[in-house]
């Protein structure tokens, strides 16, 4: 099985250690990971701002990098959400225009084989235990585009529940957004940061220690408002937590390999 790694502008810009724990977890599975050098940013920000012809090159150059791929797998439900959901709606729209050529099927192919992280280990690899170790109070926030459009639904809850040492605690209002919504954190700046702050109170009264997300964007919201709250939850991304192996917790996380199969 050969697996190509999205990684997704956010985490390849400002949180480099998800993708790696995602190389290293896989790699333990018995997965060959590959990263495509030549992949790029999936479109959201374009696509929702409304610029959808301005997307399509992004399409092709996505379906380019990942052509030889069995799967490919992204640790971000936002971002396989786009790929899955709304690539497909492109094309269509393309080709409803006349301009059938400029999504070819080779786009829609490529976001069948898309699956966010925790889908592809409980769907794909069958597996809900995955060897981790992770001796910490935790809390589970589900995103929107995960819960909503991709249908996560236990998925990541399951992976939890199975880390050896991990305490899931609940948390009030899990199914509440946490007001970030990529654009709209920016055009509407006021209620984003006050949904934010209702979730962040909701975290920091579960009493975790840690707050985990299958998507960094999300937890880059949250993470900034419980910092400057002073809250002593930390966000973790949920490969960095199934990356801990319990044979070695402290093993540092692998690295990808840019480029072609090994």
């Known amino acids: 099985m050969r697996v190509g790694l999205f990684v997704t502008c956010v985490n390849d810009t400002l949180y480099p250690n998800t993708g790696r724990a995602v190389v290293t977890l896989l790699e333990r599975l018995g997965v060959q990971v590959d990263f495509p050098a030549e992949q790029s940013c999936c479109g959201q920000p374009l696509y929702n701002t409304g610029y ?66 925790t889908e592809f280990l409980v769907d794909v690899l069958g597996l809900t235990d995955v060897g981790a170790c992770y001796p910490h109070t935790v809390t589970y926030h589900p995103t929107c585009h995960g819960l909503r459009v991709l249908g996560l639904g236990d998925r990541p809850r399951r992976l939890l529940e199975h880390v050896e040492g991990l305490e899931l605690r609940e948390l009030p209002g899990a199914e509440e957004c946490c007001g970030f919504g990529g654009t709209f954190a920016v055009k509407n700046p006021a209620v984003s940061a006050a949904m934010g702050a209702d979730k962040a109170r909701a975290v920091t009264a579960t009493g975790a220690r840690a707050l985990c997300i299958v998507d960094n964007s999300c937890l880059m919201h949250l993470g900034g408002i419980l910092a400057r709250e002073g809250s002593p939850v930390r966000p973790v991304h949920i490969a960095e937590i199934l990356a801990e192996a319990k044979d070695d917790p402290l093993r540092p996380h692998g690295t990808a390999r840019r480029g072609g199969a090994r």
């Open 52 to 117: 959808r012809h301005r997307t399509e090159p992004l399409l092709h150059r996505y379906a380019a990098a990942f052509r030889d791929h069995d799967y490919i797998v992204t640790p971000s439900g936002s971002c396989a959400a786009m790929v899955r959901d709304n690539y497909p709606r492109i094309a269509a729209k393309a080709a409803a225009e006349g301009r059938d050529g400029a999504v070819p099927q080779a786009v829609t192919e490529a976001a069948a084989r898309t699956y966010e992280l």
